[in-house]
């Protein structure tokens, strides 16, 4: 009886000539009941099903007012939250994630239980776990970003205002770290006889023979010479993608149909055997050993931190490199693999060329010649490690060559200055790293959150600043060598690569000046270089 009553409101709404997606409710109302009713058939008296149709048609009178809009609202909730789970499946996110969860059901059972302290407790954690999520997650966060934003640079620009609000929250513990590690660092320099860190530092990072005042004429040419072009090649990059402005968070966008891909991280390691056998006896024989022993530990997981990579070498009686790095599916994979290589490369062949095993070790300035090097012996491979992706990673990739040299630059000009007024006001501060980061052709176009660039948020997120005093103007010089070297392959691949070995194989066992020379370089930061380059 009840089944003939729904076919007749059927009906009624046929004939009407309803919509079919508002009859859909009712046509999948009479579906579920008919399958009730040959699941649970009446008892007795019928009371079970009487009590089933009751619930079914409170059900009925909220499923006829469904809208195609509340379809889609949740249709939209469905697939972000699925995209979610998918992403963060690729990174140390999951587990918070699951913690997260676990957290907020506590929370709900707390209250519904009435335990008002547990509840003012952990509701009053919800307001700064977020901040605390984003500040110890801030690498893998941008690893999600990366992946959603690759076509939709959006995301980079609602994700820009939340980094700038972190730093800013955290303004008075950050400007204070930052003070004590200037002021400490001039005291230690002070107590060995310098007026500051800028040249104790030099010295540290083992730079004999030349210093601050070589470096200083060494980025002023490329301030000169390279911030032009990089200005250049943003333009070119504004162009491309249609935009008014290039913004600070369009940057990541070198394409707008997508940044490069690599391969399969799986099939990483085959495309890198291919390129070291092509390249010399002696790579493949080391690329060899490296599978064989077990000491590439590239594969993406969950448990590394995000953008990592680096080498190590492991003495007696191994005498063989460590590699390590995080493969995430983004073009960093190639180069980050590449780049730890070469350094890996360096060691093996000192440790067997040196009678000292000391020599092995390099000043930081020369260690990076070798791995930026790399990075662009494997140019002419890129095909096996990015198939139909090759022209937009060689395009990126020379383009983030230029954009190191401003950045490395810009940062080691500023440190100059920073140990020179260790007093100055944070406002002061903030204003001439800015100021410095125009000059080297970025920091373009911030002018709209003017005053939080003044209260450091730019300033605050360098962590060069805090970690590794005088040190990456190291990749800028680096850069300036390998791409002599591989002028020098490019014009004979027998002589270049005899060239690459033999600085690989010296090691750190001769001082910088004449390693370079005894590998035909020319000093970086010698007149003309620059602008040659």
């Known amino acids: 009886?009840?089944?003939?009553?729904q076919r007749q409101s059927l009906g009624k709404l046929q004939n009407r000539g309803d919509n079919f997606l508002l009859q859909f409710p009712n046509i999948f109302y009479i579906i579920v009941v008919s399958i009730f009713m040959r699941r649970f058939p009446c008892g007795r008296k019928g009371e079970g099903m009487d009590k089933v149709l009751a619930l079914l048609e409170n059900i009925g009178n909220y499923l006829v007012l469904i809208r195609i809009s509340d379809i889609l609202d949740i249709a939209i909730i469905a697939f972000l939250v699925y995209s979610l789970l998918r992403l963060v499946k690729s990174t140390r996110a999951e587990n918070?994630?699951?913690?997260?969860?676990?957290?907020?059901?506590?929370?709900?059972?707390?209250?519904i239980l009435q335990l008002n302290a547990v509840t003012y407790i952990m509701g009053n954690l919800v307001q700064v776990g977020i901040i605390a999520i984003i500040v110890l997650f801030q690498p893998e966060i941008r690893q999600i970003l990366e992946k959603m934003g690759s076509r939709n640079i959006k995301i980079f620009k609602a994700f820009n205002p939340v980094q700038q609000q972190t730093a800013l929250e955290n303004a008075e513990a950050l400007e204070q770290l930052l003070r004590d590690l200037v002021h400490a660092r001039n005291q230690l320099a002070r107590e060995n006889g310098f007026d500051n860190f800028a040249d104790y530092g030099d010295l540290c990072m083992q730079r004999l023979g030349y210093g601050r005042a070589e470096l200083d004429?060494?980025?002023r040419q490329v301030q000169t010479h390279i911030a032009p072009l990089y200005l250049r090649l943003q333009e070119e990059q504004r162009q491309r993608l249609g935009v008014e402005a290039l913004m600070p968070y369009d940057r990541a966008l070198v394409f707008p149909e997508g940044n490069a891909v690599p391969v399969a991280a799986e099939e990483l390691s085959k495309a890198a055997y291919r390129m070291y056998h092509a390249l010399s006896p002696e790579a493949g024989e080391f690329f060899d050993e490296m599978v064989r022993h077990d000491l590439l530990d590239v594969t993406g997981s969950p448990n590394k931190i995000s953008g990592m990579g680096f080498c190590d070498m492991l003495g007696a009686p191994y005498r063989m490199p460590f590699v390590f790095a995080n493969c995430d599916g983004t073009a960093d994979d190639v180069t980050v693999y590449t780049h730890e290589l070469g350094h890996g490369l360096q060691g093996y062949l000192s440790i067997r060329s040196q009678p000292v095993t000391d020599y092995?070790?390099?000043?930081?300035?020369?260690?990076e010649v070798h791995s930026k090097t790399?990075?662009?012996?494997?140019?002419?491979?890129?095909?096996?490690?990015?198939?139909?992706?090759?022209a937009q990673f060689l395009t990126e990739h020379r383009y983030d060559f230029i954009k190191e040299l401003c950045a490395f630059c810009s940062i080691h000009t500023f440190e100059t200055w920073l140990y020179e007024h260790p007093d100055a006001s944070l406002e002061e501060w903030a204003a001439e790293f800015d100021r410095v980061e125009k000059s080297f052709g970025r920091a373009q176009n911030n002018e709209p959150w003017h005053q939080q660039v003044l209260?450091?948020?730019d300033l605050f997120t360098n962590m060069a600043l805090y970690?590794?005093?005088?040190?990456?103007?190291?990749?800028?010089?680096a850069i300036v060598c390998a791409q002599q070297l591989k002028a020098a392959y490019d014009a004979d691949p027998a002589e270049g690569w005899a060239k690459y070995h033999a600085l690989c194989a010296s090691g750190g066992s001769k001082p910088y000046a004449r390693t370079l020379a005894d590998a035909g370089l020319a000093m970086p930061?010698?007149?003309?270089v620059v602008e040659g380059l």
Request: proline fraction near 7%; aromatic fraction near 16%; include cysteine.
């Open 467 to 477: 970690m590794f005093p005088r040190y990456v103007v190291s990749y800028a010089l």
């Open 1 to 5: 009886s009840w089944f003939g009553r």
């Open 96 to 111: 918070i994630l699951k913690g997260v969860v676990m957290f907020l059901l506590a929370l709900g059972i707390a209250d």
């Open 525 to 528: 930061y010698a007149p003309g």
């Open 455 to 457: 209260s450091g948020c």
């Open 360 to 367: 092995a070790g390099l000043s930081p300035d020369l260690a």
């Open 217 to 219: 004429e060494f980025c």
């Open 374 to 390: 790399m990075e662009l012996l494997s140019q002419p491979y890129a095909p096996d490690f990015f198939g139909d992706h090759v």
